[in-house]
């Protein structure tokens, strides 16, 4: 593995995304002790619009290899949960007057991760086989949603294949400090220590 591969051009990050992630070790959940199957795979804010194509054509060059990634986009799932359950035109009618406080506390009733993000995800899960699961949308579903409320509760729900957390941010881990979230490189997204890092992980 290079030396800082987190901060290598885009192209051999991709390349080692493709390498581990279709490896028989990285499937097989192997090398893991007794940790969940959870990577991280933080990159820059500025590198948004460039992870986002880089996401869609590894999917397509792991299929190639013959795995199957299920890619969840959690923007998209609230979306349409607020849509299936009738709450969208309310948001619309009623976002100008609340404030951000009140508007805060009725999504994340309403975008419940426990109750209600997590079980969407499994039932999205049931639908179809898959070999990876990719979790992307993060920084758009800030604050309601936070990453490592949605990681802990996935915890019970993802056990058999390994997912992969695109983070905009830094993963930063430390024995002085442990591990934690630091969404958009500023935002301490509490602590989260169960995840590895996908650029330390050797192929």
Not at 133 to 149: A, C, D, M
Not at 171 to 186: D, V
Request: glycine share 4%.
């Amino acid at each position: 593995m290079k030396e800082n591969l987190q901060n290598a051009p885009l192209s051999d990050r991709f390349e080692h995304l493709v390498a581990l992630i279709s490896s028989p070790r990285f499937l097989k959940k192997e090398g893991l002790g007794n940790e969940v199957p959870f990577f991280i795979c933080p990159f820059k804010v500025s590198e948004t619009i460039d992870m986002q194509k880089i996401q869609y054509r590894l999917v397509k060059h792991l299929e190639q290899k013959g795995v199957a990634v299920l890619s969840l986009n959690l923007y998209d799932i609230c979306i349409d949960i607020l849509k299936k359950n009738g709450d969208w035109e309310w948001l619309i009618e009623n976002e100008k007057a609340s404030s951000k406080n009140e508007l805060l506390e009725d999504m994340q009733s309403m975008l419940d991760v426990e109750t209600i993000i997590i079980p969407e995800i499994a039932e999205r899960m049931k639908k179809i086989h898959f070999d990876v699961l990719f979790l992307t949308g993060v920084g758009e579903v800030f604050p309601y949603i936070r990453s490592h409320n949605v990681l802990n509760n996935l915890q019970s729900t993802v056990t058999e294949q390994p997912a992969v957390l695109f983070f905009p941010g830094e993963y930063k881990q430390s024995p002085e400090r442990g591990a934690s979230l630091e969404l958009f490189g500023k935002l301490r997204d509490d602590k989260y220590y169960r995840a590895f890092n996908i650029f330390h992980c050797e192929i």
